[in-house]
């Protein structure tokens, strides 16, 4: 299959699933003997895990079996991400409740988590300081066998920019309100 063909079996799928291009846009390129497919999320409220579970059955790379270094030629890359003009717009809603956060960071110790929201078994953290990695928002599910919080995904938030980013990406996709927080 063409970059191209492939590009439009994805927005068929996509359709299939009541996605529309207003709502994700999908784009073919070649590169030699390469294909790159860029899939951007115009909809914050549209699943990203969904739009990567469609798109990604496309990515084939071919890999050197020794040295596991990825081979030149026939290979398809998958991209998926959000589009970069409506997240900044949608970040600017929580530029205010990232700089509240921000204002309290010092309150709390190295390695000590400040809790942002929980709804049902789902809990949003933030890292404030370096403690080995950089700063950073992460959900995470509540195991029901132990005490311990399965990390589902994290976002890098060392500042206002980055955090209020990180916050409407978790609001949209998941259903947080960040309204309530108290830290």
Not at 58 to 67: A, F, K, L, N, V
Not at 85 to 101: C, G, N, P, Q, S
Not at 159 to 165: A, N
Request: proline fraction near 1%.
């Amino acid at each position: 299959m063409t970059a191209r063909e492939i590009a439009e079996e994805i927005r068929k799928n996509l359709k299939k699933h009541g996605i529309t291009s207003k709502q994700v846009s999908v784009r073919a390129k070649t590169y030699l003997l390469d294909k790159s497919i860029e899939v951007k999320i115009k909809d914050l409220r549209v699943s990203k895990k969904l739009i990567e579970a469609v798109a990604k059955k496309y990515e084939y790379i071919r890999w050197d079996d020794y040295t596991n270094e990825i081979l030149a030629g026939c290979n398809t890359y998958v991209a998926v991400d959000f589009d970069y003009r409506v997240l900044r717009e949608k970040a600017e809603e929580f530029k205010e409740t990232a700089r509240k956060i921000l204002e309290k960071k010092d309150k709390y110790e190295k390695g000590e988590l400040m809790k942002l929201a929980e709804k049902e078994d789902l809990v949003v953290l933030y890292q404030p300081h370096h403690n080995g990695t950089y700063p950073h928002v992460e959900v995470c599910r509540r195991n029901t066998r132990s005490c311990v919080l399965d990390s589902i995904e994290n976002y890098y938030a060392v500042d206002e920019y980055s955090l209020s980013e990180a916050l409407a990406i978790l609001a949209y996709q998941y259903g947080f309100d960040f309204t309530k927080v108290k830290v």
